[in-house]
């Protein structure tokens, strides 16, 4: 079964890029039809997707916040990054990581039984 694990700092100060880490356990990233993507619930929101990397390397943003997203990955390690550049206190948030196997709806399905989910990693944007 497949795992997923966020890490990085908990706090950033505005202007910085947040920078954040999934490892995964249990299979590769590239693993074929396999999306992996980032998924934050700011508070008082619902969840919002920020983008994907595709097993194939391919990447999808959320256009709100594609100026300032870059998803990687590095297949080695089978772990891919998150990069959200210039935040503000707007981006404090938990960040998810996500897997799922359907393209179509990878930024529109975010119902929590769908895919395999990390267990969210709390990101404060704060001087």
């Known amino acids: 079964q497949v795992q997923l694990q966020e890490s990085g700092p908990g706090l950033v100060e505005p202007s910085q890029t947040l920078s954040l880490t999934c490892s995964v356990s249990?299979?590769?990233?590239?693993?074929?039809?396999?999306?992996w993507s980032w998924i934050r619930k700011l508070p008082g929101k619902q969840l919002e997707w920020i983008g994907a990397?595709?097993?194939?390397?391919?990447?999808y943003y959320n256009p709100s916040l594609k100026s300032r997203t870059s998803i990687s990955r590095d297949t080695a390690k089978n772990q891919f990054t998150l990069r959200l550049n210039s935040v503000t206190p707007e981006d404090t948030a938990v960040y998810y990581c996500?897997?799922?196997?359907?393209?179509?709806?990878?930024?529109?399905?975010?119902?929590?039984?769908?895919?395999?989910w990390g267990q969210g990693t709390q990101v404060i944007v704060s001087s």
């Open positions: 996500r897997r799922t196997s359907d393209l179509l709806t990878v930024g529109t399905d975010l119902r929590e039984n769908v895919g395999s």
């Open positions: 249990g299979g590769p990233i590239t693993t074929t039809y396999d999306y």
């Open positions: 990397i595709a097993y194939s390397g391919s990447t």
